[in-house]
């Protein structure tokens, strides 16, 4: 199994940008589908999950209302669309699997994922 993180790059305060990780491989249902990113100089942190069973969704506080993640379960694949980006969002955006599908609190948790994808570089500019 192997995750393919894709669609960061350079924008500007207040724009909008749309990631994508997409799950090569066999995958069993249910599972989540993470994000999570590490600014510069900073931990890894918990951006946003999705239950593929209920597509239930988890966003960390700082974000939500600003970002919505998304799944296509035909395509494997978790879409994250980024609204009204700010220099606070810039970082490096990973995505993970987790193959028995969190939920809640526990998606925040690094150690719930199975499977980590390379990560895609986002840079807001003010």
């Known amino acids: 199994v192997q995750l393919q993180a894709s669609g960061g790059g350079l924008v500007q305060t207040g724009d909008s940008l749309r990631l994508s990780c997409t799950v090569s491989g066999r995958v069993s249902t249910p599972y989540a589908l993470g994000w999570f990113r590490r600014a510069p100089g900073k931990e890894r942190e918990f951006v946003s999950a999705i239950n593929s069973r209920d597509g239930r969704a988890v966003y960390r506080d700082s974000i939500e209302g600003r970002f919505t993640i998304s799944i296509d379960k035909s395509k494997n694949t978790a879409l994250l669309r980024m609204n009204r980006v700010n220099p606070a969002d810039t970082a490096v955006y990973y995505c993970?699997?987790?193959?028995?599908?969190?939920?809640?609190?526990?998606?925040?948790?690094?150690?719930?994922?199975?499977?980590w994808g390379q990560g895609t570089q986002v840079t807001v500019s003010s």
């Open positions: 993970a699997l987790d193959w028995h599908g969190c939920s809640g609190y526990d998606c925040w948790v690094e150690s719930e994922y199975d499977n």
